[in-house]
């Protein structure tokens, strides 16, 4: 993953999660007076003015409250809350500062946005997997044309060679008036063409 250290503006970076409880802020905004900022910001670039913070709420909120507008960052690529969570897991394990409770929350947080991803990722799955409510391969199961032209369909759909789009082209196709009176091989025809054309 390629990461690379650049100036962002305070305004541009987003916080996802509220990490630990800003205990001792005083004491970082001294520090901060003193040497400026040693360690850079870790962010997450999701478009040109669009960061997601993964590591230093600390030092985010001691340079909001001294009114510093721009920091220097080690910016990635952006990937998903779940892998965001994950890092910052890590960088606590690593640089052992995370308490007790913080470690739970970031491992509860993980937990659940991996849930949520997984969730998103079955619903799009079954989404595409369907035609007309039904699954795809059901849906060809009751298509009201020859066996041969039903197994074509599914022969095809199962090598990838149809996408869900056309499956439902060809349910709009077959659901024409005196579709169903042409004869067999002309239907398996229409399909093929349908198939290569869409």
């Not at 993953?1 to 541009?12: A, F, T």
């Not at 709420?57 to 909001?64: G, I, K």
Request: hydrophobic share 40%; net charge negative; with cysteine.
């Amino acid at each position: 993953m390629n990461s690379y250290c650049n100036e962002v503006l305070l305004h541009d970076i987003s916080l996802e999660h509220q990490m630990r409880s800003q205990v001792d802020i005083e004491t970082l905004v001294e520090s901060i007076q003193l040497t400026g900022i040693v360690t850079p910001l870790i962010v997450e670039k999701a478009s040109e003015h669009d960061y997601i913070l993964i590591d230093g709420h600390r030092r985010y909120e001691a340079l909001q409250l001294l009114g510093i507008t721009s920091v220097q960052c080690l910016i990635y690529p952006i990937t998903s809350a779940g892998n965001r969570l994950l890092r910052q897991l890590l960088l606590g394990l690593n640089s052992k500062s995370l308490t007790k409770n913080t470690m739970i929350q970031l491992i509860v947080n993980w937990l659940d946005a991996a849930q949520e991803e997984k969730d998103a990722q079955l619903k799009r799955l079954y989404l595409t997997n369907k035609v007309k409510g039904k699954p795809s391969d059901q849906w060809i199961r009751n298509l009201n044309v020859h066996q041969d032209l039903k197994n074509f369909l599914i022969h095809n759909y199962r090598e990838n060679k149809i996408e869900v789009e056309t499956l439902q082209v060809v349910a709009t196709v077959s659901a024409l008036p005196g579709f169903r009176e042409l004869d067999n091989r002309v239907k398996l025809k229409v399909v093929e063409i349908l198939v290569n054309e869409f």
